[in-house]
């Protein structure tokens, strides 16, 4: 299964990323990890989430909600 993110998803996720990584670069990767880490579960199971308008579904991350 192939995903994108979107602009504006992307851009926060790189905000938080370069936020974290001026607090301690262990919490970046941490964030990072989380991040992949629900990215792996969302292609293992899509369907899995609560779906959240039409056909948005939420994945929130296990450390930083």
Do not use: G
Not at 33 to 51: G, N
């Amino acid at each position: 299964m192939k995903y994108v993110f979107h602009p504006e998803a992307l851009s926060e996720y790189a905000e938080a990323v370069q936020y974290y990584a001026e607090q301690r670069n262990k919490v970046a990767q941490a964030f990072i990890d989380a991040v992949e880490d629900a990215i792996y579960r969302i292609r293992e199971s899509p369907t899995r989430w609560r779906v959240i308008d039409e056909d948005i579904r939420r994945c929130l991350t296990r450390k930083f909600p």
